[in-house]
């Protein structure tokens, strides 16, 4: 067995569920782990004793924070080229205008640029994402596929995940998202039918992904449609998850909740009765503060009523290329200062949150002991400082499964 112990961590968030300051917040504390788990959370005299004679690697914490890794629970990582100008040209321009100068943009436009890229190349920019996010925090990372609407590219995007996988020392889950949009030369109601007989089946059958996620807003799909692909889905071993609210509201929540499903993410337009509804199921509500800053969304998501009614929630990126954020300190910055949260539970969305709306809080989102030893080990003289300093990345090592990554 291998043994790591942080000594006297000056701050160390467990981000315990039953945590009544919601971080779990602990002084002075040292926390050992072993091989890939947490073994024991104590002062540092009684990890030592227990030690005995086993040899140990130390880390001296006590100027450092100690917490979770950071679970971002909602990306779309993997995608062909940026769309800067775009963006850019949306700072002063309307969107008649964007297009004009621009061309080809929103959707479209990834479409056709992840379309054209090469495996390598799809590979490699996904790594680069990746290792920026790890260097910030993030342990656990959710990536959809969506820039096909198609069999093909949609496929290509799950297997090249899968390489990926093999490739970064974070965990990553896969999502199926050929309900992103839909073919409009095929039409909605055929294409539905083509993902669930011609693409669901390979998925299943190749392992592709843990998750399938649809798009329930007007002019993409209605519940009922969104119902029969998601369970269709369910039936080739996929949870659903889903994209709802975020420019209407056509009864995605009431679907999440009536199917289970793991997570519901937006929710601009959520209203109050189906903030209780969620708030009485396993159903997590993601939050994305960095699309409703690079939108400039008319109605940004409103967290008050979600946490007076008790609704778990999570903040993620929802990196994309009309959205690019990587940061989950800058997604959490922005919950804070322009939806409201506090940094207590801007936190604890960004890890147990992300965790839960991704199931996998048994394992991961909380420094307990029995639970797998993903850390990271900030630099810092306080755990605020992750809302407070704009654009500063503190964060000095990662614990991944047990192993320090850097």
């Not at 009544?20 to 504390?29: A, E, S």
């Not at 949009?181 to 669901?200: A, L, P, Q, R, S």
């Not at 009765?273 to 800053?293: E, Q, R």
């Not at 939806?339 to 539970?345: A, D």
Request: glycine share 6%; hydrophobic share 40%; net charge negative.
């Amino acid at each position: 067995m291998s043994y790591i112990l942080l000594k006297n961590c000056r701050e160390l968030l467990t981000v315990r569920e039953d945590a009544k300051d919601l971080i779990g917040l602990l002084k002075n504390k040292s926390l050992l782990i072993e091989d890939e788990n947490i073994k024991k959370i104590d002062d540092y005299e009684n990890i030592i004793q227990d030690i005995g004679d086993e040899e140990y690697r130390e880390i001296d914490c006590s100027d450092k924070v100690v917490m979770p890794g950071y679970v971002d629970s909602h990306t779309h990582l993997i995608f062909g080229k940026s769309r800067v100008d775009e963006y850019v040209a949306s700072l002063t321009m309307n969107s008649e205008e964007v297009k004009k100068t621009v061309g080809r943009v929103g959707l479209a436009s990834s479409i056709y640029s992840t379309k054209n890229a090469t495996d390598e190349e799809l590979v490699e920019s996904s790594l680069i994402k990746l290792n920026r996010m790890l260097e910030s925090g993030t342990t656990t990372v959710e990536i959809k596929s969506g820039y096909g609407i198609d069999k093909d590219v949609e496929l290509r995007q799950l297997r090249l995940l899968n390489k990926v996988r093999e490739k970064t020392p974070q965990t990553i889950f896969s999502t199926y998202l050929g309900a992103h949009y839909y073919d409009e030369k095929m039409g909605k109601e055929k294409y539905i039918d083509f993902m669930i007989k011609e693409v669901m089946p390979i998925v299943k059958e190749e392992k592709l992904a843990q998750f399938s996620d649809v798009w329930i807003d007007d002019g993409y799909y209605t519940a009922k449609e969104a119902e029969k692909i998601l369970t269709a889905g369910m039936d080739f071993g996929m949870v659903p998850s889903m994209h709802t609210e975020c420019y209407s509201a056509i009864g995605g929540v009431k679907l999440a909740v009536e199917i289970d499903a793991a997570n519901a993410g937006h929710l601009n337009y959520l209203t109050l009765d189906d903030t209780k509804l969620l708030a009485n199921s396993n159903v997590v509500g993601i939050l994305i503060p960095g699309t409703d800053f690079s939108v400039k969304h008319p109605r940004p998501f409103n967290p008050r009523p979600m946490i007076e009614e008790g609704m778990k929630i999570a903040i993620a990126t929802n990196l994309n290329p009309g959205n690019w954020v990587e940061s989950m300190q800058f997604a959490m910055a922005l919950a804070c200062r322009n939806h409201g949260m506090t940094e207590k539970e801007a936190l604890r969305a960004a890890t147990l949150g992300g965790a839960q709306a991704l199931r996998i809080d048994d394992k991961v989102g909380s420094l307990e002991e029995g639970k797998i030893a993903d850390i990271q080990i900030v630099n810092s003289d306080s755990y605020k400082n992750c809302v407070y300093k704009l654009a500063v990345n503190e964060v000095e090592s990662i614990i991944k499964n047990g192993e320090v990554i850097f």
